[in-house]
């Protein structure tokens, strides 16, 4: 389905890995508004990952960065903007990983250096990228960011480790950059705040699939599917939410606002 929302738009993509990623499903939903974008992940996942397929689909570039380098993200902005022929109207931030998650290490038993890698790779690179596109005057007014988060940067969620610390603080970004932004060129920042969605961040935490049936049988609606985050990413860049800024949207399909559900009382029922 096309609306051509996103006609004439021009943006960069990051974080999409495999086809499950929700950034890879972002990008198709672009590419079917009729936008136009680069794609990019860190050089090591662009040879892991099935990136090129997807760029083909698009007819998009891929110009590697690690979000983490400044260098790379001034390289990714200067080409992104050469090769799409003008300033870019959004970007998607889709990045996280946690060296402690993906090693099991406890929330109290922590590595020092793989939290400073954690909050990193999943928070300091949001700035990195705003910095970097303000500096070199890569947006248009109006423009969009959107950067995915979870809401255990909020309430407790003990297996989410340290990532959680670090959803904190890219929420904390999107106001504090969202305002400097607004202010300087009008570029709108948001946060979505997704349920959880098998792709290989969300299987990466433990007990995955226990905690995605638990929140699917909470949400009166049920998990938000990464399709459906597309969708709402999309809604995001377009023109129809130009006063949307410094929010953290849920789209979690009820989940934040449901105490409990039938379905789970009954389960304790005797
Ligand atoms: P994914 O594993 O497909 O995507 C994560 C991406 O981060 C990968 O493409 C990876 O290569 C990239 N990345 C890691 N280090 C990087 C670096 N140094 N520079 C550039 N890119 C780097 O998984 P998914 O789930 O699509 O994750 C996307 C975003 O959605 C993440 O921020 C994640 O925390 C968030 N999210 C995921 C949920 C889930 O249950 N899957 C729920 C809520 C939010």
């Known amino acids: 389905m096309s609306n051509n929302l996103l006609k004439g738009k021009r943006g960069i993509i990051?974080?999409?890995?495999?086809?499950?990623?929700?950034?890879?499903k972002v990008a198709q939903r672009c590419h079917e508004e009729g936008a136009q974008f680069t794609l990019?992940?860190?050089?090591?996942?662009?040879?892991?990952g099935a990136i090129k397929e997807l760029a083909a689909q698009c007819k998009a570039e891929v110009v590697p960065a690690d979000a983490t380098l400044?260098?790379?993200l001034e390289n990714l902005f200067s080409k992104?903007?050469?090769?799409?022929?003008?300033?870019?109207?959004?970007?998607?931030?889709?990045?996280?990983?946690?060296?402690?998650v993906r090693k099991n290490r406890p929330y109290t038993d922590l590595d020092y250096d793989y939290f400073h890698k954690t909050l990193d790779i999943s928070a300091l690179s949001l700035h990195k990228t705003l910095q970097t596109a303000l500096k070199l005057d890569a947006?248009?007014?109006?423009g969009?960011?959107?950067a995915l988060t979870y809401i255990a940067s909020q309430r407790v969620f003990p297996d989410y480790g340290d990532m959680a610390d670090a959803k904190s603080v890219l929420e904390s970004i999107t106001r504090g950059f969202g305002y400097q932004y607004g202010k300087s060129k009008k570029v709108r920042i948001n946060t979505i705040s997704q349920s959880p969605t098998k792709t290989t961040a969300g299987t990466g935490v433990k007990g995955f699939d226990a905690f995605f049936n638990y929140a699917d049988l909470i949400s009166p609606l049920g998990n938000a599917s990464a399709e459906a985050c597309a969708d709402y990413t999309i809604m995001m860049f377009s023109d129809y939410t130009r006063m949307v800024t410094m929010q953290n949207l849920f789209h979690d399909g009820g989940f934040s606002y449901t105490g409990v559900s039938r379905e789970v009382m009954d389960k304790f029922t005797s």
Do not use: C, Q, Y
């Open 80 to 100: 992104s903007v050469e090769l799409l022929g003008g300033k870019l109207d959004f970007v998607l931030h889709s990045i996280g990983m946690s060296p402690n």
């Open 14 to 24: 990051f974080g999409a890995l495999d086809p499950n990623s929700i950034a890879w």
């Open 40 to 48: 990019t992940n860190a050089p090591v996942a662009l040879r892991l």
């Open 144 to 146: 969009s960011v959107v």
């Open 70 to 72: 400044v260098p790379d």
């Open 139 to 142: 947006m248009n007014e109006w």
